[in-house]
């Protein structure tokens, strides 16, 4: 294992996060720990989770470190974090849509796209906020709270939305990317306002089971990350045909475009 800081961990692409891990340079657990550190100093002010799921990341993260060890790795993103925004829901966990209406409210499934982002290995650090039931772009939230842009710590900024506590985790190093959702420019905005690189995937290429609507025939779930490179590979995971999402059942097969990202437009 090679000695890298936390801040150092915190602020690596997550495509060496995945390298590195893979190669057993970094181990899941010294990653999680260093996000878990990080969102401990940061996300008092920041505001970008509304709930951050430490003892369950480090239970994960020991499994995938166990896993990598003995060469059973299910995939390329094995042991990676990641933030999910709080429409996308997970059996038994808070749900609340950015609603103080559904601060109790537990989810009864796992959303079908988290399934996939658990399956491939990847572990889930927290909730992150959004605007009320994902009805706006500003990224404000009197009731639970707005996150605060992070590229300007003096005045409080917003961070666009309504995706702005996945914007605001990835900006400032407290998760290596995340999952927003956009209907009509949630999570492009906040990608833009935070500096990011950010999504809007294409109707029936990733399934909305388990997410809660805004407006059903326009929304769905996009990556957000700090380069291209990342955005286009947590993308790669996120496709699939899903029976309780008939709109990805015609979806033709996701082509891999990693090969093509240097190539000019």
């Known amino acids: 294992m090679m000695s890298t800081s936390n801040s150092e961990i ?10 590195d891990i893979a190669a ?3 181990s899941p657990v010294d990653v999680v720990e260093a996000f878990l550190a990080r969102i401990g100093t940061h996300n008092q002010k920041l505001h970008a989770y509304i709930d951050v799921y430490a003892d369950d990341a480090r239970l994960a993260a020991e499994a995938a470190d166990k896993a990598i060890r003995s060469g059973h790795a299910v995939g390329p993103l094995h042991g990676v974090p990641i933030a999910l925004k709080d429409l996308i829901d997970l059996e038994g966990r808070v749900t609340t849509g950015g609603s103080m209406a559904w601060r109790d409210r537990r989810s009864p499934v796992t959303a079908t796209l988290a399934r996939k982002l658990i399956g491939a290995g990847m572990i889930v650090l927290g909730k992150t906020h959004t605007v009320e039931f994902a009805m706006g772009g500003w990224g404000t939230n009197e009731h639970l709270g707005t996150p605060w842009n992070p590229w300007d710590l003096g005045v409080p900024r917003t961070p666009g939305g309504s995706s702005s506590g996945t914007g605001v ?3 400032s190093g407290m998760a290596p990317w995340g999952i927003g959702t956009d209907t009509g420019g949630s999570v ?13 995937t294409t109707i029936g290429r990733v399934s909305t089971y388990g997410i809660l609507p805004l407006a059903p025939s326009l929304d769905t779930p ?11 590979l947590l993308y790669g995971a996120m496709p699939g045909a899903d ?5 990805t059942l015609s979806a033709p097969p996701q082509p ?3 090969p093509s990202l240097r190539r000019g437009v």
């Open 10 to 19: 915190t602020y690596l692409p997550a495509h060496r996060l995945a390298a």
């Open 24 to 26: 057993r340079r970094l």
């Open 169 to 171: 985790a990835v900006a």
């Open 188 to 200: 492009r905005l906040p990608a833009s306002w935070c500096n990011l690189s950010g999504l809007k």
């Open 222 to 232: 996009g990556p957000m990350a700090r380069s291209v490179e990342d955005a286009a």
């Open 243 to 247: 029976p309780r999402d008939p709109r």
């Open 256 to 258: 891999d475009v990693m």
